[in-house]
């Protein structure tokens, strides 16, 4: 299914879609792989694909723990396809999020042509603001690969408008300033600022990530977004597990939890 | 003052810099911009700033003609002391300059990175001059070379968070500070240490400490009455040679070197050579050239030097590279520790291990260049900070720290 679609059977069922996110290669390749499939099985709607990056500044430590281990063990982009692959055709609607370096590194249009024929549908790019992203925007268009831009509590009006404008398939608003990890509570400049880009464009569907981490949470997200995004509180739960086995379950329990938690609006 | 058309309007220098950050960073960029544009053209800023550098940083720094030096080199060397400056290297003059733009935009706190500690120490003492909160993000490995650096900075009441990050120096450092600065940025200035990252930094950094290249190129035409045949600097992140190089960049006839950090040697990959041993990327938030490996991701760079040791370069240097209007070469960490000693026995100048790449590299220069032109060539070195920081790590590399100095036939100079 496409982004496009995914967001459109959401509505349909009255209900926010849940984006859950893990690193490629963390611990390896075929853990994480399993990992994405039981998020998948658990009722994550849209898998998150995120490529390990050195230099991950919008991350908070815990994406970059799981990120540096999955470096560690030798993950490389082309692994990072073929995750995509593994998962896109176990049934999971993919994304990418990727720091903008690694598909430079590769080539943009030889990566846009390699991230659609592996199955994924679009791509976040967390540091390409579209002002720099002409070939970005030649290359996605060329191979279809919905682009994703983030938009930001303290974007202008200018800015969100512009922004906007160049998202395919969805946005992604950060729900507050500041970096991604669970938080106790959900921010309140969150509704604001979809306010805002409703406002803009009523019709581009709004995932908003940063700081969700528990059903309640995401229920509460899901009653303004539609899409609520999910990442560091995955991640933590292989982690922080004793062993394999724990941590699996952990994950298909939470994401189990999650997605109740965007049908509950 | 500067160049008419770098960077354009959305901060390129040709095909480097820009901006690659969190959309959430861009507001404060854009306010930054305009804070600075303004301040650019108020004649109230400009006095305070002025009156900052001459009073309390001691600034224009003597242009001093090194005689011994130059004996030993065989062309005319003439060193930018940016070493007597207070804080002991250029950096002061950037750390002013954004500490007067953090007032001006009403930000109380200002978050600073540094690698040698050089520029913590100098956003430190900015900080407690203005009435500015201060935390400063060094990488733990740096932390432990440099814990002078680390205890100057507490004393004048700034936070020190040692980075565990990553390879824990520079890089990491930078990581920090901005992951420190998308939650704080309506609160705090992000006062970049060098003439790199997102746009406005590179330009900003390079307007403010242009006045060591402004003053050297004056004093030349005072002192020699003529211009020098090369100027020369050394490049980590690339501020005190952008510095030094902006004024003289028009000047045709005055060739320009960057000697970065080569570390054990380019060849070995053990360096810090961003653009010798490096190519083209992404990097904290600029196009440039870095260390990466072929699948993108940034190679942990490596110097004797922790003011060198970062495997990126400032954006306007990779463009002067491209143009051609300067050129960069590697010094390894034993060729610079050979002019620190050097600098230290001719002319009793204890130099930064930094600024001593660029005394190595005037070394191997000043032969070439006297062939080239047929006479003695008159070079200006941009000495860009003092050596006391690194006492313990040359200390160290000279095993002269608990021992009476042993004296090995052939090896003293």
Redesign the interface.
């Known amino acids: 299914m496409s982004i496009a679609e995914t967001f459109a059977a959401a509505k349909k069922e009255d209900r926010a879609v849940l984006v859950g996110c893990m690193p490629a290669g963390f611990p390896t390749v075929d853990h994480s792989i399993e990992q994405m499939i039981a998020m998948h099985e658990a009722g994550c709607d849209v898998i998150e694909v995120e490529l390990p ?6 991350d ?1 430590p815990v994406i ?1 723990k799981a990120s ?1 281990i999955a ?1 560690a063990n030798g993950v ?2 082309r692994d990072t396809l073929k995750i995509i692959e593994a998962v896109a055709s176990a049934g999971a609607t993919v994304v990418l999020m990727t720091y ?7 080539g943009i249009d030889a990566f846009a042509r390699d991230l659609a024929a592996a199955g994924a549908t679009g791509l976040i790019t ?4 579209p ?2 992203a002409q070939e970005w925007i030649a290359a996605s268009e060329k191979h279809r690969i919905d682009r994703t ?8 009006d200018e ?1 969100l408008a512009m ?1 906007l404008g160049n998202c395919r398939g969805f946005v992604y608003a ?1 729900a507050l ?3 991604t990890g669970a938080r106790t509570s959900v921010s309140s400049q969150a509704p604001d600022l979809v306010a805002r880009i409703r406002a803009i464009d009523p019709e581009l569907p709004i995932g908003v990530g940063l700081g969700v981490g528990n059903g309640a949470q995401a229920a509460e997200v899901a009653a303004f977004a539609d899409g609520v995004i999910v990442g560091s509180a995955l991640i933590r739960c292989m982690l922080d597990a004793p062993d394999r086995a724990t941590g699996l379950q952990r994950l298909r329990a939470l994401s189990a939890e999650l997605a109740e938690g965007v049908r509950r609006r | 003052m500067s160049a008419p058309t770098f960077p354009d309007l959305a901060g390129h220098f040709g095909k480097y810099g820009g901006r690659f950050v969190p959309e959430a960073l861009i507001k404060a960029l854009d306010e930054l911009e305009a804070a600075y544009r303004s301040a650019k053209v108020d004649p109230e800023f400009q006095a305070t700033f002025k009156d900052l550098l001459l009073n309390y940083a001691g600034t224009p720094s003597l242009l001093y003609r090194a005689n011994r030096l130059s004996e030993k080199l065989g062309a005319e060397i003439l060193l930018k002391r940016e070493d007597l400056n207070h804080t002991g290297a250029h950096k002061v003059r950037n750390v002013l300059g954004q500490a007067l733009l953090a007032k001006r935009m009403g930000k109380p706190r200002v978050i600073a990175e540094t690698g040698a500690g050089q520029h913590g120490v100098a956003s430190a003492t900015a900080a407690a001059l203005l009435d500015l909160e201060c935390v400063v993000y060094m990488g733990e490995m740096d932390t432990e070379r440099q814990a002078l650096n680390v205890a100057r900075m507490r004393m004048l009441g700034a936070t020190v968070i040692p980075v565990t990050n990553g390879s824990r120096t520079l890089k990491d450092a930078l990581n920090e500070a901005l992951r420190d600065w998308v939650s704080t940025v309506d609160t705090t200035h992000y006062l970049l240490g060098t003439a790199a990252g997102p746009h406005p930094f590179p330009e900003i950094v390079r307007d403010f400490v242009s006045g060591i290249g402004i003053e050297a190129r004056q004093q030349c035409l005072d002192q020699l009455g003529k211009l020098p045949d090369a100027v020369a600097a050394c490049v980590g992140g690339g501020s005190n040679a952008i510095g030094i190089f902006h004024a003289f960049v028009p000047d045709e006839g005055v060739r320009l070197y960057g000697f970065e950090a080569g570390g054990d040697g380019v060849e070995t990959g053990r360096h810090a050579a961003s653009i010798t041993g490096g190519t083209v990327g992404v990097l904290h938030g600029n196009r440039t050239y870095l260390l990466q490996d072929e699948d993108g991701q940034t190679i942990e760079s490596h110097s004797i030097s922790a003011g060198l040791d970062y495997p990126g370069v400032g954006p306007e240097h990779a463009w002067l590279h491209d143009t051609g209007r300067a050129s960069y070469e590697p010094i390894t960490d034993t060729e610079a520790m050979a002019a620190f000693q050097l600098l230290c026995r001719t002319e009793g100048i204890i130099p930064a291990i930094e600024s001593s790449h660029a005394l190595a590299g005037v070394a191997k220069l000043a032969p070439r260049l006297r062939e080239e032109l047929g006479r003695t060539p008159t070079i200006v070195v941009n000495l860009s900070g003092r050596g006391d920081k690194d006492v313990h790590t040359a200390g160290a590399y000279f095993g002269i720290l608990d021992q009476v100095e042993k004296v090995v036939p052939g090896e003293n100079t």
Request: charged letters at 25%.
């Open positions: 990056y050195s230099d991950p500044v919008m908070g970059q540096d470096l490389r982009t903008w370096n690694p598909i430079e590194k590769y967390p540091d390409l603001i002002d720099e831009f983030l938009v930001a509590p303290s974007s202008t800015r922004t950060t300033m500041g970096v």
